[in-house]
C-alpha cells in the first residue's frame, strides 16, 4: 500500500510483510504479471491525489457554510474564516471598499518641521509626520498634540496630491488632540459616528499616512476591546483597541465603523518583537467634545494649569548640559500672569507642591492635576542653595 506523508510517497509500514507472504505462499503465482510504479506514475498519483483532497475540502466548506447559513462562527476552522470576506463577517452593510471610498478624501498626510537642539547645543531641523481627519469642510483638521508639539512648519497633503500650510488653532495635550487649519473650502469631511454604540468583534478600518510616506493607507480589522485605560506621556487615557494594522505616521489618522463613520482618532500602537495587532483610538465620544472646543476657543476651557513650562533635568548628562548645580525638576519660563505674581523665576528647582515631593516630571502632572482653576497651591522651590515657600494661583490652560 502507498501513502502520501510529509509530501513523499513511501510504502507503509506493512508492506514488505505482506511481499513476504505473498512469495511464500503463492509460488504458482510467480508468472503472472507484476505491475511496476515508475516515478512518472508516482508524480501522477500524487496529483490526483492533491486534486482530490482540494475538491474534498471545498465541498467540506461548501456543505458547512449552507448549513450554517453562512455564518463564520458555525464550526468553521480559523484557516476557513481566513478566506471569508471581513466585512460579512462582521455583519457590516457596507464592503470595506465602500467604507474606504467614502473617507480616503477625508484624511490626509501631516508633515512637520521644528526646530531641536543637540548635546552639543547645535540647534538643527527635525522633520516628523502623521496624519489628519478633515472634520469641517472649511479646512479644519483633527490630529494628536504629539504630531504637532513644537512644530514651526505644518504643511497637509491632500489625497489629491495639493499641499498647503497649516496653521495650529490649539491643543489639548491631556487628550493628545489638537486641531489644525488650512486655507481651503468645500473639502470632504468624515461623518462622526457613536463611539458607545460599538461592540468587541465590529468591523474596523483604518485609513493615515504610516511611516510618514504611504498616504492613503487603509487597512482593516475589528475593534479588539472597549474603554482601555492606558498612561500615555503621563496621562491617563481611555481608548478603542483594534487589531487593525497601525504603524507609526498613523498618529492622527482615522478609525472608521462598519458604515463608513469616524468612530476614533488613532493614537497609539503597541511595539516589540513578541507583539502584534494592538493598535489604539481616542473615541469619537471622547474626542468631538474637545476638538469643537478647541475650534471655538482655541483651547479646552478649565483645564487647570500651574502657568509654567519646566525643564527635566533629572539626568546627571541633562544638568551638565544646562550648567545646573543639582539634578531635579527646572522652572524654565513664566507663561502666566499668576505664576509671576507669586514670584517664581526661570531657573528655579521645584522641590515640593505641597505635601507631593518632586523627582520627576510626571510627579509634576500628578501634583497639580488634583487642583481646579483659582485654587491656591503652596510650592516649595530652591533658589540660590535655599528653600523657598510660594503661593500659586491655579490659572486656566490657554493651549
Known sequence: MWIFENGVIKPSADYNEQSKQYDENDTHRKQSKRYVITKKGIALLTSLCIIIAGFAGYGGASIAMNKSGGNTSSG??????????????????????????????????????????????????????????????????????????????????????????????????????AVIKIDAGNLKAAVYGSSKKLQVGDLAVAIGNPLGRLGGTATAGIISALDRELNIEGSEMTLLQTDAAINPGNSGGGLFNQNGELIGIVVAKSTGSDVEGLGFAIPTNTAMPVIEQIIDNGYVKGRPSAGITFVDLTSVRNALIYGVPSTGIYVQTIDSDNAKAAGFKEGDM????????????????????????????????????SVQTLTLTISERMS
Open 76 to 177: 468553521l476552522t480559523a484557516s476557513q474564516m481566513s478566506t471569508l470576506d471581513l466585512a460579512r463577517a462582521t455583519g457590516s452593510d457596507l464592503t470595506i471598499n465602500e467604507i474606504i471610498a467614502l473617507n480616503a478624501d477625508a484624511v490626509v498626510e501631516i508633515r512637520t518641521e521644528a526646530v531641536s537642539t543637540d548635546p552639543w547645543m547645535r540647534q538643527y531641523v527635525k522633520q516628523g509626520a502623521g496624519s489628519g481627519v478633515i472634520v469641517d469642510s472649511d479646512g479644519y483638521i483633527a490630529t494628536n498634540s504629539h504630531v504637532i508639539n513644537g512644530a514651526k512648519k505644518i504643511s497637509v497633503v491632500l489625497k489629491s496630491g495639493k499641499e498647503y500650510t497649516a496653521k495650529l488653532i490649539g491643543q489639548d495635550k491631556d487628550t493628545d488632540l
Open 350 to 385: 521645584i522641590y515640593s507642591v505641597e505635601d507631593k515631593k518632586i523627582e520627576s516630571a510626571s510627579d509634576v502632572s500628578e501634583a497639580f492635576s488634583k487642583y481646579k482653576v483659582g485654587d491656591k497651591v503652596k510650592v516649595k522651590i530652591v533658589r540660590n542653595n
